[in-house]
């Protein structure tokens, strides 16, 4: 979930995630965590507050304000995950090593024609 704010509506978050604000907590099917507190006096849901309780890594790139939330994981499987040794053409077609962006946050995207 990209978000270009830490403060989401409740339905964004729903529709989003798939997780809804219930009584007994955060619900998402039979699973619920209990959360305290996570709205804001403007009914706005504070991510912040949220994503650890739920299992979720957030990400935030200060320099262009955007957020990245994503899907709850039950075990810390992707925190020491590196991906492998990557080597592709860049623009000019040139070589270009994953590995040079070792330490450094970075995506990658994919594409299929199929």
């Not at 990209?2 to 529709?15: E, G, H, I």
């Not at 957030?58 to 994503?70: E, K, M, Q, V």
């Not at 039950?74 to 492998?84: E, I, M, S, W």
Request: net charge negative; glycine share 8%; charged share 25%.
């Amino acid at each position: 979930m990209l978000m270009d704010s830490l403060k989401v509506s409740p339905a964004v978050f729903t529709a989003r995630t798939g997780w809804e604000i219930k009584p007994e907590g955060f619900c998402k099917g039979m699973q619920c965590v209990p959360i305290d507190s996570p709205l804001d006096y403007d009914g706005m849901l504070d991510v912040m507050r949220v994503a650890q309780p739920l299992g979720m890594e957030l990400i935030t790139d200060d320099a262009s304000g955007i957020s990245a939330l994503g899907p709850e994981s039950q075990t810390k499987v992707l925190a020491g995950v590196r991906a492998p040794e990557l080597e592709l053409p860049d623009h000019k077609g040139n070589p270009w090593r994953l590995k040079s962006m070792y330490g450094k946050k970075t995506l990658l995207v994919a594409w299929a024609s199929w």
